[in-house]
């Protein structure tokens, strides 16, 4: 009977599915002499962060709506929309003068970050130009220039960085591409390395709980990505990146466009390796920096080799359907641990983690009428991962099905309604053996969560409001999860905008394959046999207003959030002989306050400063505490310099990492760690299809003393090499060329 439904689930999503894949059209102004085409006006889709900005000749092109469900409007200071009208296929929008604005997006021409100031969720766009103001090579070292999203190291020997926003781990974001789930499961230690930067066209950041019709599990955002197209304009043929750096990392991708025809296409490639063992660092008694290293034995950089390829294909012939699919796979195998040259080590302590993953996700559409559009989404993934951290062993395959149906009504201009329903099957296969009180082989749990969501959208000249509500089953814990939202805005002016948002969300925990780092040790493993979901409450307050100084553009952006926890996985490392996973037994929350400010200070130098402050707090063994090694206030502050011609790009960057709290540390007898200043910067040079670039990364060379404890008995009680806080390794010279083919 289960299979009857859900095969009938699946034929009801092929049989009435999506939207067109490309919108094009003009904006005109209504005047005495006719109609006038309008240049900068901005076009987007309402309930999403897609936008675009007419040419001078008013035309516009604009991608499809992600979510297949989302109405074209119009918005340009001084104007409001009129009347529209579709003539070949194309949107016409006539506008005309009014004082009063009716929304407003600000969107600069050479913004590489944009806040919108239309959509009521919180959100910020990050574009191509950012992403390569840095070497970027994957998902992780994307937000070294964004004050929102956080990067931080995982452990002393993986190489691996991880994320944090609103002072959370990256395992409570939600991360989709093009809004079909991507890290999730037994990714969320080493996917965010498997999404390399060159494939990104843009990263769009939602703070706080996000829209009901994108899932579940956004306890404090979203980062979705969304890849380069092959129906956009200006769609290279032939996109290439390849990169070297100093310690003989080698990384090279590819990106093939097939443009014509009915079917379009995208093949993206990536390959990097990594072969040397280097080893800089020494055992050192404090928490400063050395510059004097003598060598710990381990390898500060690991060995890796990794091969990952995405093949889009999208039929984009017909004005009422759509139809994609997509093929990835990924493999790669990372080696670490002890250096195999030094004949001394007779036992070595080897670290090797192997990953292996294929998915297929598919896109399906209608527009039934101009108000009405239905659409789903749906993936399936396979994903086989074994990793050794000396005695630790842990292997565990992922078989997941997923599928989102959505469809939207407009009802009128002021009101529009979303509605569908989500399927999500897991199926995990575990086993771990090593340091644990629990060692286990092929343990099998399949989480199925079937969900239901409705969400309305009302808005009128200032005031923009989403309320959403989703009802999610959970088979294990045979329970049903109520996930209320609310996303508001309110623009008092042409160039503020007040948001507020508060909503509810859980997640279920995969705990060992999130916290691999933790393996990394001699701790004992202890967690308990009944993990409950996570579930918290998020709520917060955003204002974004838009000024002119000296007649120069910038933005300042205030944010305050608040996540409190219903229930965590809590990961207790208070006792430095064991690591304790449990449900949470008291309190957790997590406080973010954020300022941001983005100012022109001269025509081709851009300016971005930003600094935060999170107050994270956890009980541990009955006690409410400081999360550990997460930093409690972090600066930043970017410039970006480009030549009038735009063939040079200057970019410096420095990241401020305030002091964290270092749990019952053997090698050290302070609290906290010191805090530090790391400092990035790049130059390229331009040619019409030809980039050249060359960059460095923490060029002060600072690293964390101590990256492992008593590296020198790997195999005895004290080893840690979990307690990371700091770079492990030091200066990293880059250089790299893009060249493209229109």
């Not at 009944?530 to 910038?554: D, Q, S, V, W």
């Not at 022109?600 to 930003?610: A, D, E, I, S």
């Not at 541990?620 to 970017?638: D, T, Y």
Request: hydrophobic share 35%.
């Amino acid at each position: 009977m289960k299979k009857l439904i859900v095969c009938a689930f699946v034929f009801f999503a092929i049989i009435n599915l999506k939207a067109q894949d490309q919108i094009k059209g003009k904006v005109l102004e209504i005047s005495t002499d006719g109609a006038i085409p309008i240049i900068g006006v901005n076009v987007y889709w309402e309930g999403t962060s897609i936008g675009t900005a007419t040419d001078v000749n008013g035309n516009y092109t604009i991608q499809e709506a992600p979510s297949y469900a989302a109405t074209l409007n119009v918005s340009f200071v001084g104007y409001t929309l009129d009347s529209k009208e579709e003539v070949d296929n194309q949107y016409i929008f006539y506008m005309k003068p009014s004082i009063e604005l009716d929304e407003v997006k600000v969107k600069g021409s050479l913004k590489t970050t944009k806040t919108s100031l239309i959509d009521p969720i919180n959100t910020q766009i990050i574009s191509t130009g950012e992403i390569q103001k840095a070497a970027c090579c994957n998902l992780s070292e994307c937000f070294e220039t964004n004050n929102t999203v956080d990067v931080s190291y995982s452990d002393g020997v993986s190489g691996i960085k991880k994320i944090q926003i609103l002072g959370l781990d990256g395992k409570y974001i939600q991360i989709t591409n093009e809004l079909i789930p991507l890290v999730r499961g037994l990714q969320r230690s080493y996917g965010l390395s498997y999404v390399p930067g060159s494939w990104i066209e843009s990263i769009h950041i939602i703070q706080g709980s996000g829209s009901v019709v994108n899932g579940f599990e956004s306890l404090t955002g979203q980062i979705n990505l969304e890849y380069f197209k092959p129906e956009q304009d200006g769609a290279e043929k032939l996109n290439w990146n390849v990169y070297a750096n100093s310690s003989g990392k080698i990384e090279n991708n590819l990106i093939l466009t097939k443009t014509k025809g009915k079917w379009k296409s995208n093949l993206f490639t990536h390959i990097s390796y990594f072969d040397k063992e280097i080893d800089h660092h020494g055992s050192h008694h404090d928490h400063s920096d050395h510059s004097d290293h003598s060598g710990d034995k381990f390898l500060d950089m690991p060995k890796v080799k990794q091969f990952g390829l995405l093949n889009r294909w999208k039929y984009t012939e017909s004005d009422k359907y759509i139809f994609e699919v997509n093929l990835r796979g990924v493999i790669e195998e990372r080696i670490a641990g002890q250096i195999t040259t030094d004949k001394n080590i007779i036992d070595p302590y080897n670290i090797n983690v192997d990953n292996k993953i294929i998915q297929v996700y598919t896109k399906l559409g209608k527009i039934k009428n101009e108000n009405k559009t239905i659409g789903s989404q749906t993936s399936f993934t396979l994903h086989n991962q074994k990793a050794r951290f000396g005695d630790n062993i842990y292997t565990g395959i992922q078989e997941s099905f997923s599928i989102n149906i959505v469809e939207q009504n407009q009802l009128n201009d002021n009101h529009l309604i979303k509605y569908g329903g989500s399927y999500f099957a897991d199926r995990f296969t575990e086993s771990f053996e090593g340091n644990t009180n629990q060692s286990f082989l092929l343990k099998k749990r399949v989480d199925l969560v079937t969900g239901l969501f409705s969400e309305h959208q009302y808005k009128n000249e200032k005031f923009n409001i989403i309320t959403g509500l989703r009802a999610d089953y959970y088979n294990i814990v045979e329970k049903t999860y109520y996930s209320p939202r609310v996303n508001a805005k309110y623009n008092p002016g042409d160039r503020t905008a007040i948001r507020f948002s508060i909503g509810k969300a859980f997640r279920v925990s995969n705990f060992i394959a999130e916290n691999m780092n933790y393996l990394a040790s001699s701790r004992e493993i202890i967690f308990v046999d009944e993990m409950k979901p996570e579930t918290a409450l998020n709520y917060g307050l955003n204002i974004a207003h838009c000024f002119y100084l000296f007649n120069k553009e910038g933005t300042i952006n205030f944010d305050i959030y608040n996540t409190v926890f219903d229930n965590q996985i809590t990961v207790n490392i208070e006792n430095k002989d064991e690591i304790l996973f449990d449900n949470l037994d008291g309190n957790s929350s997590a406080t973010s306050i954020q300022i941001g400010l983005d100012y022109k200070l001269l025509n081709q130098l851009q300016m971005r400063l930003g600094y935060k402050i999170n107050n994270t707090l956890s009980t541990f063994n009955g006690e409410e505490k400081e999360i550990p090694l997460q930093a409690k206030s972090r600066g930043l502050l970017n410039l970006a310099y480009s030549s009038i011609s735009d063939k040079w790009h200057f970019d410096i960057t420095g990241n401020y990492i305030g002091k964290t709290r270092i749990p019952n540390d053997i090698a050290s007898t302070e609290d906290y760690s010191s805090s530090f200043v790391l400092f990035n910067t790049q130059i390229t040079r331009k040619w019409d299809n030809f980039d050249l670039y060359i960059g460095g990364e923490n060029i002060g060379n600072y690293t964390q003393s101590d990256p492992i404890i008593e590296p020198e008995n790997p195999f005895g009680e004290n080893f840690d090499a979990s307690l990371i806080w700091g770079p492990v390794m030091g200066r990293n010279i880059y250089a790299g060329i893009r060249y493209k083919i229109k």
